[in-house]
């Protein structure tokens, strides 16, 4: 795991996790230095990242911690970070 790329918010909460048989899920965004090439693009969908078109760089994903390890290491990915939950305005 590349600790470099994890915002200290994903640090913190791979840090506090406990694995199990049932491997949790984080959700977090995934940003890349460029918009990602068609070979990219497959590894990032086959790691269950969502919205791969254009020219984006920012993609959200439910990721493993072993699919997290292994995308952290990939060169062309800047930073991986833990998605916050957002709440209506009232």
Same mark, same amino acid.
């Given at each position: 795991?590349?600790? &470099?790329?994890?915002?200290?918010?994903?640090?913190?909460a791979?840090?506090?996790? +406990?694995?199990?048989?049932?491997?949790? +899920?984080?959700?977090?965004?995934?940003?890349?230095?460029?918009?990602?090439?068609?070979?990219?693009?497959?590894e990032?969908?086959?790691?269950?990242v969502?919205?791969?078109?254009?020219?984006e760089?920012?993609?959200? &994903?439910?990721l493993s911690?072993?699919?997290?390890?292994?995308?952290?290491?990939?060169?062309?990915?800047?930073?991986?970070?833990?998605?916050?939950?957002? +709440?209506?305005?009232?």
């Open positions: 795991m590349n600790y &470099a790329k994890l915002d200290a918010a994903l640090s913190s791979l840090s506090e996790m +406990r694995l199990s048989e049932d491997e949790p +899920r984080l959700v977090v965004s995934v940003r890349t230095l460029a918009p990602p090439d068609p070979a990219q693009q497959q990032l969908t086959r790691l269950g969502q919205g791969i078109s254009g020219d760089r920012v993609f959200s &994903a439910r911690v072993h699919d997290l390890s292994e995308l952290s290491e990939k060169p062309w990915v800047r930073l991986v970070s833990l998605a916050r939950v957002l +709440r209506a305005l009232e």
